[in-house]
Nanobody, 126 residues
Framework: QVQVVESGGGLVQAGGSLTLSCTAS????????MHWFRQAPGKEREGVAC????????YYGDSVKGRFTISRDNAKNTLYLQMNSLKPEDTAMYYC???????????????????WGQGTQVTVSS
């Protein structure tokens, strides 16, 4: 019944921009800290960014700081990732994940992700 669906991926030239969306249904959206992850073929999953319940706190992985912006619209049950100045190394499958927690300590300590999307592919060409 719970569905988490990413959209907005595609092919973009280096230096370009792309906005990803993640829409959740069947859950109380603002009960969850939300995360973006990415994974390239043959590489480990990497945390991209996370945002707390009301969007008042945001954290970013070192590789995307200054280029990506995470946001959420709880009225629309939607999470966003605005990606600017894209680089070929940003090429990956991007996943949206919902974290169940009573305390927000940032992205890296999170471990309880009951819901994941199926991913949306981002390909950055040079």
């Amino acid at each position: 019944q719970v569905q988490v669906v990413e959209s907005g991926g595609g092919l973009v030239q280096a230096g370009g921009s792309l906005t990803l969306s993640c829409t959740a249904s069947g859950l109380t959206f603002d009960d969850y800290v939300m995360h973006w992850f990415r994974q390239a073929p043959g590489k480990e999953r990497e945390g991209v960014a996370c945002i707390n319940w009301r969007g008042s706190n945001k954290y970013y992985g070192d590789s995307v700081k200054g280029r990506f912006t995470i946001s959420r619209d709880n009225a629309k049950n939607t999470l966003y990732l605005q990606m600017n100045s894209l680089k070929p190394e940003d090429t990956a499958m991007y996943y949206c994940a919902a974290e169940e927690t009573e305390v927000f300590l940032g992205c890296t300590s999170a471990y309880n992700f009951p819901y994941w999307g199926q991913g949306t592919q981002v390909t950055v060409s040079s």
